[in-house]
């Protein structure tokens, strides 16, 4: 069984899993009230929690993904089509295969509202809030987001991509942690989801130990006049749902 570990709390609480495949990690995290975190969550936490937290230190799969599109080229999405099968793309990655993906997965992938092509570059986060990537990525926190980049010595993000094959394929995106070297990038290159890498989840605070709302007891009051109802539900219930219903009242006078 997968072991979700919370580093993260406040009003917005976020967990990992490392040491299982992606479907595995999934599953858990969903399993305790938990969401797979976008990059603009990541990047949220991270300035948060501060360059030296566990989050801003390691690298983990948020729920973008990149779609490699024959004679179209490559696009960083917000509809993964591995979200929806994470099973299926684990399994084809185990098996050492790409996660082929079908023309309904291709239009829902690259709806204009929710993708960006992208290429090989690296792009400087003094460019952060005022480059489309970027602002695509992590939203209102783009400019934020780089500028804790650079107070934290990096100076770009460099993209790691696959390349095109004669079909269109999936992989899971990967927020590279803050590296030494002064980069801090895009990762859809491995096709690793068979491997115990690291799944991030986020969560509202109020989800845990969320209680079932309190039941007030009913009051003589009430039952009194549930009493005096029974003689309007006859016309409309059956003699034995009758008697339930006054079965019921009964235990209400206990």
């Given at each position: 069984?997968a072991?979700?570990t ?29 969401k ?12 948060q ?11 983990n ?8 599109i ?6 960083l999405?917000?509809n ?9 793309a684990?399994?084809?990655?185990r ?16 709806d204009k ?11 400087p986060?003094s ?22 980049l650079?107070?934290?010595?990096i ?9 095109l ?9 990967w927020?590279c ?17 068979n ?8 969560r ?8 079932p709302?309190?039941?007030l ?20 219930l ?17």
């Amino acid at each position: 069984m997968a072991q979700v570990t919370q580093d993260v709390k406040g009003k917005i609480e976020s967990a990992y899993v490392k040491d299982a495949p992606f479907d595995e990690a999934k599953k858990a995290l969903e399993k305790d009230g938990y969401k797979i975190i976008s990059l603009e969550e990541n990047a949220q936490l991270r300035i948060q929690e501060g360059k030296n937290a566990y989050i801003s230190q390691n690298g983990n799969y948020t729920r973008e993904g990149v779609v490699y599109i024959p004679k179209k080229g490559i696009f960083l999405t917000k509809n993964s089509p591995i979200m929806k099968n994470a099973e299926k793309a684990t399994q084809c990655h185990r098996n050492g295969n790409e996660f082929y993906i079908n023309k309904e997965q291709i239009e829902k992938a690259l709806d204009k509202k929710y993708s960006v092509k992208i290429d090989n570059r690296s792009i400087p986060v003094s460019e952060f809030g005022n480059e489309e990537i970027t602002d695509f990525a992590f939203g209102k926190t783009a400019k934020e987001y780089g500028q804790f980049l650079k107070d934290a010595g990096i100076k770009e993000i460099p993209f790691y991509l696959a390349s095109l094959e004669d079909k269109p394929f999936a992989r899971q995106l990967w927020l590279c942690g803050l590296d030494s070297d002064g980069r801090s990038g895009f990762d859809g290159y491995d096709r690793s989801l068979n491997y115990d890498g690291r799944v991030r989840g986020v969560r509202d605070a109020s989800a845990e130990g969320a209680k079932p709302q309190k039941i007030l007891p009913y009051t003589m009051k009430d039952v009194r006049i549930a009493e005096k109802e029974i003689g309007k539900l006859s016309k409309i219930l059956q003699p034995e749902q009758i008697a339930n219903v006054k079965g019921l009242i009964e235990k209400l006078k206990q």
